[in-house]
């Protein structure tokens, strides 16, 4: 990718997993957790069980836009899980210990990226398909203040999200640049007009000048 103009740019839409956070391994918690409970299984066995709700979970996260959509998708995705480990317990009850089990952390240079960014006079906005924790997740990792605009549940490759964020921001897609880690990101952006870059975050916002 060549360098980027920024006196070009207004606004710069990113996504979340993959371009600002990357997920600690949940294994050895959920481990733990089904131990706990009368469940033994190997790491191996549960990383599997894992990787099975990771799929379901990628379907279906727009469901969770809300408290009683997420409380249903948190719901569904630990008894995804349950199944995929055979283990009979309650996906009620477990739920809440599963979603306890996701954690994240910032990628590297997330940080000064996103300082560069505002320092060069740009609006920023997370536009991810991500459930309602999306804005938990930003506060937790000290990320909140830099976005004029969170947009979760976001249904790329669709535009429609990054739209919003667009609209939030008062500013118009030829103005706009997001970046993102896969397809769908892509997709999105093209569909909604705007420029592409694909992370890492600090990759891209190197070439700006």
């Known amino acids: 990718m060549g360098r980027l103009s920024a006196a070009g740019l207004d606004a710069v ?4 997993y993959g371009t600002l956070v990357t997920l600690v391994d949940p294994v050895p918690e959920l481990t733990a957790a089904l131990s706990t409970r009368g469940i033994v299984r190997e790491d191996d066995a549960v990383a599997a069980g894992f990787r099975v709700e990771v799929a379901h979970y990628t379907l279906h996260a727009g469901e969770g836009h809300d408290e009683e959509g997420l409380a249903r998708l948190q719901r569904d995705c630990a008894q995804v899980f349950l199944d995929a480990v055979g283990a009979e317990l309650d996906a009620g009850e477990f739920a809440p210990v599963y979603a306890r089990a996701m954690q994240f952390a910032l990628l590297p240079g997330v940080v000064a990226a996103l300082e560069r960014l505002r320092s060069l006079g740009l609006e920023l906005a997370v536009v991810a398909n991500w459930d309602l924790t999306l804005h938990r997740l930003l506060d937790e990792v000290g990320l909140t203040r830099y976005f004029g605009a969170v947009v979760h549940a976001a249904g790329k490759p669709a535009p429609d999200g990054l739209l919003r964020a667009l609209a939030q921001l008062g500013v118009d897609p030829a103005r706009a ?3 993102g880690d896969d397809a769908a990101d892509e997709l999105a952006a093209r569909a909604a007009g705007m420029r592409v870059a694909v992370a ?5 916002v190197a070439t700006l000048r």
Do not use: A
């Open 13 to 16: 839409t990113i996504d979340s």
């Open 200 to 204: 890492p975050l600090p990759d891209v």
């Open 177 to 179: 640049l997001h970046i």
